[in-house]
């Protein structure tokens, strides 16, 4: 039997917020259903997705995402670019 170690900033808390306040860093690499699910799984901080305009960009994306911790975009960015 393996246990899971349950992150309570994780589980109780609400991560991906509405917008993008200013303090946020946006990265570069537009945002993937593969890349969002690699952020919920193996990130903590909170996070903002924001929409593509552009209906080519739309349809390979999901947005850009922006992170409240600056290290989180910049393992985002180490991972996804």
């Known amino acids: 039997m393996t246990e899971y170690e349950v992150d309570p900033i ?17 990265a570069t690499t537009p945002l993937t259903s593969e890349s969002k699910q690699w952020v919920l799984n193996k990130l903590r901080g909170r996070f903002a997705i924001t929409l593509n305009t552009d209906i080519f960009s739309f ?17 985002y960015e180490l991972r996804w670019s």
């Open 59 to 75: 349809l390979e994306s999901l947005g850009n995402i922006s992170f409240e911790d600056p290290s989180e975009a910049t393992l």
């Open 10 to 26: 994780v589980w109780f808390s609400e991560r991906q917020v509405e917008y993008a306040p200013p303090h946020f860093v946006m």
